[in-house]
């Protein structure tokens, strides 16, 4: 193994074992704008759920309302993906819909960590990744970090904890990923219709 080699990101999570513990839980809807730390993911999402279950927004705002829609219509649980970037765009619905103290609408924010303390980022990204989970807790969004260190045992145990917490307190819960949390995703097959 070379020096540079050494220094690589090692992802541990695998998007399908992440999505099968999704789907274990009853989550089978997915509704976002997509992210580069998030890629691996939406790719297997993309491939391996029917079109009807995945839906690229415009914006996380967007993409949280039809989260909203999605419950109401059905009384399952979305999984709403952006970059914490888009918190911004997203904190209306999220606060003025979704909070427990309104409608009381659960789904988990599943969110690219852009501009993650001690990691070299973008500047724009620089400000955004140090308040993000500042930004969470004001929000009162309960939530669970992962990174390329969270092996499939603490994974399942984490998702598990919050999915509970959202189905309980009917609210958002949201997933902060690190860069190089998931192995790559490489599809052997075409896309599902």
């Known amino acids: 193994m070379g020096p540079t080699s050494k220094n690589k990101l090692k992802p541990m999570i695998d998007p399908r074992d992440f999505c099968l513990n999704l789907s274990n839980s009853g989550i089978n809807f997915f509704a976002g ?80 960590w852009r501009g993650q303390p001690e990691v070299s980022d973008e500047p724009q990204h620089l400000k955004q990744g140090l308040i993000t989970k500042d930004l969470l807790r004001v929000m009162d969004i309960p939530f669970k970090i992962f990174s390329k260190d969270t092996n499939r045992s603490s994974m399942e145990e984490e998702l598990s904890e919050l999915v509970k917490c ?25 896309k599902n219709d």
Request: aromatic share 8%; with cysteine; hydrophobic share 40%.
């Open 33 to 112: 704008v997509p992210d580069s730390l998030l890629i691996d993911i939406c790719s297997f999402v993309d491939h391996n759920f029917p079109k009807t279950n995945h839906q690229i927004t415009a914006n996380e705002g967007s993409a949280v309302g039809l989260g909203i829609g999605y419950f109401l219509a059905t009384q399952k649980i979305p999984l709403i993906y952006m970059q914490n970037s888009g918190l911004g765009n997203a904190t209306n619905p999220l606060i003025s819909l979704a909070d427990r103290k309104v409608y009381s609408i659960p789904m988990i924010l599943m969110i690219g």
């Open 166 to 190: 959202c189905s309980d307190h009917r609210a958002p819960v949201a997933l902060l990923i690190k860069k190089g949390t998931f192995n790559p995703y490489k599809p052997n097959k075409k």
